[in-house]
């Protein structure tokens, strides 16, 4: 696959609210093109993963 296939199939799952799959494939497609506009994906995916509080869920 190319970094382009690996970016949209990530954003599948990205949209099915698969975040691990979606990490998985922007990963591949960075690897494969360092400019890939997957890279803004994972760090917003990160965010989104990094501003939710288990704690706040899990007391």
Same mark, same amino acid.
Do not use: F, H
């Given at each position: ?14 949209? =099915? ?6 990490? /998985?494939?922007? +990963?591949?497609?960075?690897?494969? *093109?360092?400019?890939? #506009? =997957? ?6 995916? /990160?965010?989104? +993963?990094?501003?939710?509080?288990? *704690?706040?869920?899990? #007391?």
């Amino acid at each position: 696959m190319t970094a382009e296939e690996y970016y949209l199939q990530g954003n599948e799952y990205r949209k =099915a609210g698969n975040w691990q799959q979606a990490l /998985n494939c922007y +990963l591949e497609a960075i690897a494969l *093109d360092p400019d890939s #506009p =997957a890279v803004q994906a994972r760090e917003m995916i /990160n965010d989104i +993963l990094n501003y939710y509080c288990k *704690d706040m869920y899990n #007391p």
